[in-house]
């Protein structure tokens, strides 16, 4: 069905190339409005092919967000492991993983199309999408740190944390209730 071609020592289908390239895109484009809000056309545009060629990939809108969504938690679980090597205690370790983590959400659409994809827990494809994430991203702090289950849930509560004072803006908000929730947080 799909049309092959040649790529150094493996074949690839140019289907499953064009699939990865529109589902970079929609992570971007699903970040600014989310799922409901966000039409298909327009991530189409952006990944400069049609909106029928976006629904021939993909199964409809809901299926191109759940695949975004499937790789936006892909890439948090691939950079917390990528700079831990095997030395170090756990707590080491998971500082690691937060410097990892400080440094791929420099770019706010991963934080971003996390929040929408949790706003739309509602629908049964998505909540799916954010549990298998979540269960991805445990799994990488839990087996690479070695660290305790407390220790791994302050990890992601922390997490959780900075993505609020980062979409929220709280560093720039100078005000003892926003130094409270940004007391300690690292984010840049």
């Known amino acids: 069905m799909s049309e092959t071609r040649s790529r150094g020592a493996g074949i690839r289908s140019t289907a499953e190339d064009q699939r990865v390239r529109i589902v970079a895109r929609a992570v971007d484009v699903f970040a600014v409005s989310g799922y409901k809000a966000t039409p298909v056309a327009d991530v189409a545009t952006a990944a400069k092919v049609s909106p029928a060629y976006v629904f021939r990939l993909f199964e409809g809108k809901l299926g191109l967000f759940v695949a975004a969504v499937d790789d936006c938690y892909a890439q948090v679980a691939s950079a917390l492991v990528a700079g831990v090597d095997d030395t170090g205690t756990p707590a080491e370790r998971l500082e690691l993983m937060t410097q990892s983590y400080i440094e791929l959400i420099r770019d706010r659409s991963l ?50 944390l900075c993505h609020l004072v980062v979409q929220a803006g709280l560093a720039d908000v100078d005000t003892a209730w926003a130094r409270v929730v940004d007391h300690g947080i690292r984010h840049d």
Not at 116 to 145: K, M, N
């Open 111 to 160: 934080i971003a199309l996390q929040v929408h994809a949790q706003s739309a827990c509602d629908v049964p494809e998505i909540r799916d999408a954010v549990r298998r994430g979540l269960a991805a991203v445990v799994r990488a702090v839990s087996g690479t740190s070695g660290a305790d289950d407390d220790s791994v849930q302050r990890f992601l509560a922390y997490g959780q």
